[in-house]
Nanobody, 127 residues
Framework: QVQLKESGGGLVQAGGSLRLSCAAS????????MGWFRQAPGKEREFVAA??????????DYGRAVLGRFNVSGDSAKKTVSLQMVSLSPEDTAVYYC??????????????????WGQGTQVTVSS
């Protein structure tokens, strides 16, 4: 059974930085896509960033709210993904979820395309 484990969440002041990490276990197959979503209280789940490995190429996608501030990186064979977050603002406060899948799909922003999810890690940005 595939399990995703996030780490690195916490409390940070506005303008600060945090790095989230996620590792998948329980699968003998590499992941083709790994990403991050977040959900703030009272809001819908939001796509943050994703990385996709296909035919020797690596693709990245970012949500509009984090473009230019967040950077996603990862290793398909190691089944790990990280999210470096800088210039954080209170609007970034949310539970951040790692997501992964072994299949190929085009829309990295759609959470329904991912089969595996972590339990989430809280990120709180104080003003």
């Amino acid at each position: 059974q595939v399990q995703l484990k996030e780490s690195g969440g916490g409390l940070v002041q506005a303008g600060g930085s945090l790095r989230l990490s996620c590792a998948a276990s329980g699968s003998t197959f590499a992941m083709t896509t790994m990403g991050w979503f977040r959900q703030a209280p009272g809001k819908e789940r939001e796509f943050v960033a994703a990385i996709k490995w296909s035919s020797g190429n690596t693709y990245f996608d970012y949500g509009r709210a984090v473009l230019g501030r967040f950077n996603v990186s990862g290793d398909s064979a190691k089944k790990t993904v990280s999210l470096q977050m800088v210039s954080l603002s209170p609007e970034d406060t949310a539970v951040y979820y790692c997501a992964a899948d072994r299949n190929y799909f085009r829309d990295l922003t759609n959470g329904r395309n991912y089969d595996y999810w972590g339990q989430g890690t809280q990120v709180t940005v104080s003003s």
